[in-house]
């Protein structure tokens, strides 16, 4: 891709706004809104890493998710179908996703690396998974299953 992902975005978003792809608009001002609030900060360089973009979009990616969830309770299947919608355009910068089999093992190596034998060393054992695991798993998937792993 070479270029990152904060340069990326107001190049997707133009040609979203040139093919009128509505949805697209309104995801994509997301991300940059987050981004900007972000160089807002104090101590902010100006400058968003792949690091903290990934950061930012995997938190609206979350919240699209989440809204997704509610609208379907609520019966409100064309809202839910725009927050899916607005979540797979997020879901194209975001690293693909593990599935939860995938995890398993990823922990299970890492329990038998810092030689964790119980829920005791579930701290070590989770904040090795974060670091290893970090934007490519939901925290609390990896919870859930360090506890599987170490029971």
């Known amino acids: 891709m070479g270029n990152s992902i904060a340069d990326q ?3 997707d978003l ?3 706004m040139l093919s009128k792809a ?3 608009i309104a995801t994509l001002r997301a ?3 987050a981004f900007l609030l972000e160089n807002t900060k104090e101590g902010s360089t100006g ?8 950061q930012l979009i995997s938190k609206l990616y979350k919240q699209r998710m989440d809204a997704h969830a509610i609208y379907i309770d609520q019966k409100r299947e064309d809202l839910a179908e725009e927050e899916a919608q607005q979540a797979k355009i997020l879901e194209k910068y975001l690293p693909k996703q593990l599935t939860e089999e995938e995890v398993r ?7 038998a690396q810092v030689g964790a034998t119980s829920m005791s060393d579930m701290g070590k054992v989770m904040g090795m998974a974060m670091g290893k695991l970090k934007g490519k798993a939901d925290g609390a998937v990896i919870s ?3 506890k599987e792993v170490l029971n």
């Open 9 to 11: 975005i107001p190049v």
């Open 14 to 16: 133009k040609n979203a």
């Open 22 to 24: 509505k949805v697209e």
């Open 31 to 33: 991300v940059k809104s």
């Open 47 to 54: 400058e968003i890493s792949d690091e903290v973009a990934l």
């Open 105 to 111: 093992e990823q922990l299970k190596l890492i329990v």
């Open 144 to 146: 859930k299953l360090v």
